[in-house]
């Protein structure tokens, strides 16, 4: 079964700071990896893909990183701002399109 | 991006009564929708595997009587809590394939009194 844990389940960071936010998963057949952010109370919203054969994504000051043998993704959030705060995910899939999600990395960046 | 809509946005209803949520696609066509569903302070858990004109494929555990899935076209997935209890309060989140990407919808919550 496959399996997606996160790490740390919280994280309290002052403005400014860089900072990663981890995840591993267990089956490394994985079609590809995103990590979303939620606020509270809301949807979904796709931060970063990477597909299966991909080392790394950019997007202004995120960075996410993919070692599938080791069954890894990393997110870096770099000058961390208040309005980072929120719940970030992580979220593998297969073929067919069937996505498993970790618990998430609830992150408050404190002003 | 490709828009994901989903109504009721949010829902109260008596126990045992029925809810019916709908996710549409609205710029684009789904083969493939999912739905999920949130426990407050918890991940996403997927649900079922909706595709369009076949039964919906569900998750181990999900009681597929409970909860109706039908896709009867290309852009409208429903999913049907059945004599809803107040346990299967919770935020149900649907999304939609278009080839290689997954568009999510904003979520219903659910809250059954």
């Known amino acids: 079964k496959q399996e997606v844990t996160q790490i740390p389940a919280a994280l309290s960071v002052p403005e400014g700071e860089n900072l990663v936010l981890n995840c591993s998963f267990t089956?490394?057949?994985?079609?590809?990896l995103q990590w979303f952010r939620q606020d509270p109370g809301k949807g979904l919203t796709s931060l970063l893909l990477i597909q299966s054969s991909q080392r790394e994504q950019t997007s202004g000051r995120l960075n996410a990183s993919l070692d599938k043998s080791s069954g890894r993704s990393t997110l870096y959030i770099a000058a961390s701002q208040p309005g980072d705060s929120a719940t970030y995910l992580c979220?593998?899939?297969?073929?067919?399109?069937?996505?498993?999600f970790g618990q998430g990395t609830e992150l408050s960046v404190k002003p | 991006g490709a828009v994901v809509s989903q109504h009721p946005s949010w829902v109260i209803c008596k126990s045992g009564t029925s809810v019916k949520i709908e996710c549409r696609s609205l710029d684009f066509q789904a083969t493939t929708m999912f739905w999920y569903r949130q426990f407050p302070k918890q991940s996403l858990m997927l649900m079922a595997t909706s595709n369009e004109g076949s039964k919906a494929t569900y998750e181990q555990g999900v009681e597929k009587d409970k909860f109706l899935i039908n896709h009867a076209s290309l852009t409208l997935s429903t999913l049907t809590v059945t004599s809803a209890h107040p346990e299967d309060s919770s935020f149900y989140i649907c999304?939609?394939?278009?080839?290689?990407?997954?568009?999510f919808g904003p979520g219903t919550r659910l809250l059954v009194l």
């Open positions: 089956d490394s057949a994985i079609y590809n």
């Open positions: 999304s939609a394939r278009d080839a290689e990407t997954q568009y």
């Open positions: 979220a593998v899939s297969f073929q067919g399109g069937k996505l498993i």
